[in-house]
């Protein structure tokens, strides 16, 4: 060996012995990073874990809200209780109440027990009236109002179950739960069971659940997320048409054309902390402003829509900015070198190619505000909203809700029923974020260009 090779060797190797031989230190080194890649293991394991956890208790609790107990019932419009003159006259029909049509559904569902041959001991007509969701005869006087010419005829009409026997066939009611609640009797509990025998009562996909507005304390079978889901989507159409042109105008200029001095800077660190603030401020900056001072209406998509803009600037105008940054100075510079403006070097070559990150940012910050539930608390929308806010422009105005407020008022209802409800708005809310995101994965592949 010469006296070079032995000077190589005795510096690759400090400790002496062969290169093929890890020393003590290789080892020690070799096994910390071992440690380490398996730390890195099992907080990946943790994560996916508590996803899958927290996935499988909102499936768990949330599908069977888009199921529903129905019963299917031949109701005779008797024309003594509901038209006494027989004139079809629509302001004396709008005079009998829901109390008139009552008479009616309890004959039904008598009439559908004697046919079936049903026989159960202890069981009471109120009993059996009441198995019928108490929204049936505002639903059966809806119907008369719509078309009075059925007046007089037997209309098959379904009804949604009460509550308690809707749970009963998802397992939230038993037998020996019915003897202690005041709102269901196991009576009740073997006429529900011999009517599904009948096929009069059968539980099927729920449409109501994201179509029909919210209901009562009372009613949790009839509650849905009509309002809700309009309320959200009017407030995200605000948010999108101030947020994005405001926030993709500010980080251009800051970005782009902006002098680097103290006001500048003092521009961004504010920008910062405005991303860190506490979202049930802009709630309280919203009331005092948006209500108090401008008068806007309480409850209303657009004052939602504009306090959610305020919060969602911040979220948006960073990522852009990094977007831009993103872009090689050498794009910037070919463009100025063929005779391109500022300007034109901007929105022709780098905002085309900051595309991507900026939707990317804008998604985001949309899917942050959807599920913002603070905020709108303040500014009203935890009203309970029955009616559905007309069509835009009118419709920003009109009292609404929103899916994250809808899955809080649910959840401090005291009806079991309406935390499988919440579990179901739940779900529906994360369908709107995937649904989001896949958009904003489709449009980063659509606009995205390579240098």
Same mark, same amino acid.
């Given at each position: 060996?010469?006296?070079?090779?032995?000077?190589?060797?005795?510096?690759?190797?400090?400790?002496?012995?062969?290169?093929?031989?890890?020393?003590?230190?290789?080892?020690?080194?070799?096994?910390?990073?071992?440690?380490?890649?398996?730390?890195?293991?099992?907080?990946?394991?943790?994560?996916?874990?508590?996803?899958?956890?927290?996935?499988?208790?909102?499936?768990?609790?949330?599908?069977?809200?888009?199921?529903?107990?129905?019963?299917?019932?031949?109701?005779?419009?008797?024309?003594?209780?509901?038209?006494?003159?027989? $004139?079809?006259?629509?302001?004396?029909?709008?005079?009998?109440?829901?109390?008139?049509?009552?008479?009616?559904?309890?004959?039904?569902?008598?009439?559908?027990?004697?046919?079936?041959?049903?026989?159960?001991?202890?069981?009471?007509?109120?009993?059996?009236?009441?198995?019928?969701?108490?929204?049936?005869?505002?639903?059966?006087?809806?119907?008369?109002?719509?078309?009075?010419?059925?007046?007089?005829?037997?209309?098959?009409?379904?009804?949604?179950?009460?509550?308690?026997?809707?749970?009963?066939?998802?397992?939230?009611?038993?037998?020996?739960?019915?003897?202690?609640?005041?709102?269901?009797?196991?009576?009740?509990?073997?006429?529900?069971?011999?009517?599904?025998?009948?096929?009069?009562?059968?539980?099927?996909?729920?449409?109501?659940?994201?179509?029909?507005?919210?209901?009562?304390? $009372?009613?949790?079978?009839?509650?849905?997320?009509?309002?809700?889901?309009?309320?959200?989507?009017?407030?995200?159409?605000?948010?999108?048409?101030?947020?994005?042109?405001?926030?993709?105008?500010?980080?251009?200029?800051?970005?782009?054309?902006?002098?680097?001095?103290?006001?500048?800077?003092?521009?961004?660190?504010?920008?910062?902390?405005?991303?860190?603030?506490?979202?049930?401020?802009?709630?309280?900056?919203?009331?005092?402003?948006?209500?108090?001072?401008?008068?806007?209406?309480?409850?209303?998509?657009?004052?939602?829509?504009?306090?959610?803009?305020?919060?969602?600037?911040?979220?948006?105008?960073?990522?852009?900015?990094?977007?831009?940054?993103?872009?090689?100075?050498?794009?910037?510079?070919?463009?100025?070198?063929?005779?391109?403006?500022?300007?034109?070097?901007?929105?022709?070559?780098?905002?085309?190619?900051?595309?991507?990150?900026?939707?990317?940012?804008?998604?985001?910050?949309?899917?942050?505000?959807?599920?913002?539930?603070?905020?709108?608390?303040?500014?009203?929308?935890?009203?309970?909203?029955?009616?559905?806010?007309?069509?835009?422009?009118?419709?920003?105005?009109?009292?609404?809700?929103?899916?994250?407020?809808?899955?809080?008022?649910?959840?401090?209802?005291?009806?079991?029923?309406?935390?499988?409800?919440?579990?179901?708005?739940?779900?529906?809310?994360?369908?709107?974020?995937?649904?989001? $995101?896949?958009?904003?994965?489709?449009?980063?592949?659509?606009?995205?260009?390579?240098?």
């Amino acid at each position: 060996m010469s006296d070079l090779s032995a000077q190589t060797g005795d510096r690759d190797n400090p400790h002496g012995g062969s290169l093929l031989t890890p020393s003590k230190l290789t080892r020690r080194r070799n096994a910390a990073e071992a440690r380490f890649r398996a730390y890195g293991l099992i907080a990946v394991c943790a994560g996916l874990l508590a996803l899958a956890l927290l996935l499988t208790s909102i499936l768990g609790n949330g599908l069977s809200a888009f199921q529903q107990t129905f019963i299917t019932l031949d109701v005779e419009l008797v024309e003594a209780k509901l038209d006494k003159t027989g $004139n079809r006259d629509l302001e004396d029909l709008k005079k009998v109440s829901t109390f008139g049509y009552a008479p009616l559904l309890k004959a039904a569902i008598q009439k559908a027990i004697a046919e079936n041959g049903i026989a159960i001991d202890g069981l009471t007509d109120k009993d059996a009236t009441a198995l019928v969701s108490k929204d049936a005869p505002a639903q059966m006087r809806d119907f008369v109002l719509a078309d009075p010419q059925v007046i007089g005829r037997t209309v098959p009409f379904t009804f949604l179950a009460n509550g308690r026997i809707d749970g009963y066939f998802k397992d939230r009611v038993s037998m020996d739960s019915a003897e202690l609640d005041s709102n269901v009797s196991p009576q009740q509990l073997m006429l529900a069971d011999a009517l599904r025998e009948a096929g009069v009562v059968e539980i099927r996909f729920n449409w109501g659940f994201i179509t029909r507005p919210d209901a009562s304390e $009372n009613r949790p079978e009839a509650a849905g997320l009509g309002v809700a889901i309009l309320g959200s989507l009017y407030m995200m159409i605000v948010v999108l048409l101030l947020a994005l042109p405001i926030g993709v105008a500010a980080s251009i200029y800051l970005e782009e054309f902006a002098p680097r001095n103290r006001w500048t800077d003092l521009i961004e660190v504010n920008i910062s902390n405005l991303a860190a603030v506490p979202s049930i401020v802009f709630g309280i900056l919203g009331l005092a402003i948006f209500i108090n001072f401008a008068g806007l209406p309480q409850s209303a998509p657009i004052v939602g829509g504009l306090v959610l803009s305020l919060m969602t600037l911040p979220r948006i105008i960073i990522p852009a900015r990094a977007a831009l940054g993103a872009v090689p100075p050498s794009i910037r510079d070919a463009a100025l070198g063929v005779g391109a403006s500022k300007m034109q070097s901007v929105f022709h070559h780098v905002l085309p190619l900051a595309t991507p990150g900026i939707l990317t940012g804008l998604i985001i910050g949309l899917g942050q505000a959807l599920g913002e539930t603070a905020p709108l608390l303040l500014i009203g929308m935890v009203a309970f909203v029955r009616e559905y806010p007309d069509a835009p422009p009118e419709g920003f105005f009109d009292p609404a809700s929103a899916l994250p407020v809808q899955v809080y008022n649910w959840t401090q209802r005291a009806d079991p029923a309406f935390v499988e409800r919440a579990s179901g708005a739940i779900i529906v809310l994360l369908i709107f974020l995937v649904f989001m $995101n896949a958009v904003a994965i489709l449009l980063r592949r659509r606009f995205e260009r390579r240098w």
